[in-house]
């Protein structure tokens, strides 16, 4: 089972994102607040895990958890401000949506900008080390696909619903032939060969 604190007797709000890679989209985070004493053997990575899990798990951590939030930053903010700060962006988004202030932030990865006062803590593949962490990864992963599926309705071609916006070859042979969309983020390399795009194509 994952641990359930990094400090004891702290009130602790795992954060974590989800779709940074991606070439279409926005990015999704989410911050969590668990129980002192939560048990969960079932929480683990969202990457690890199957997507009828993380659907049930979803609804599991939502309703166990003292506090959830989660937040987005679409592809034309990140165009604007680069998918890093994009990704922090929507993690100090969602737990400024909490419903009770964290005493410290455990964030997966290894870059965070500081959330007003409150003290924080980077881990490397902390989504498979802390509880909090592994919920937040799970919450964003599962409403980033939702939305993913929702849009997919609108340019079926893309098959966003499949590859959520990830660049599959597929995706890429979808951007070739029918250009880009208003979801795509301009500054990522939408195909191996870029030099191919036309912007002119742009659906607004």
Request: proline residues 4%; hydrophobic residues 40%.
């Amino acid at each position: 089972m994952l641990k359930p604190f990094l400090n004891k007797n702290t009130v602790e709000a795992g954060c974590d994102e989800a779709g940074r890679g991606c070439l279409a989209g926005p990015v999704f985070a989410a911050a969590v607040i668990f129980p002192q004493n939560y048990k969960n053997e079932l929480l683990n990575d969202s990457k690890k895990l199957s997507e009828k899990k993380r659907n049930l798990l979803k609804k599991i951590i939502i309703n166990d958890a003292v506090a959830w939030a989660v937040a987005s930053v679409n592809n034309n903010e990140i165009d604007k401000i680069n998918i890093l700060n994009a990704s922090i962006k929507a993690m100090h988004i969602a737990v400024s949506e909490l419903t009770i202030n964290p005493e410290h932030i455990l964030v997966d990865g290894n870059r965070f900008k500081p959330y007003k006062y409150i003290p924080h803590t980077t881990i490397i593949k902390g989504d498979g080390k802390y509880m909090s962490i592994a919920a937040a990864s799970i919450l964003a992963k599962t409403f980033r696909d939702e939305f993913m599926h929702k849009i997919s309705n609108e340019y079926p071609e893309y098959q966003w619903s499949k590859n959520k916006g990830y660049p599959t070859a597929q995706h890429r042979k979808a951007i070739e032939e029918y250009g880009i969309t208003k979801f795509h983020r301009k500054t990522f390399r939408l195909l191996s060969t870029q030099t191919k795009i036309n912007f002119n194509n742009l659906d607004t």
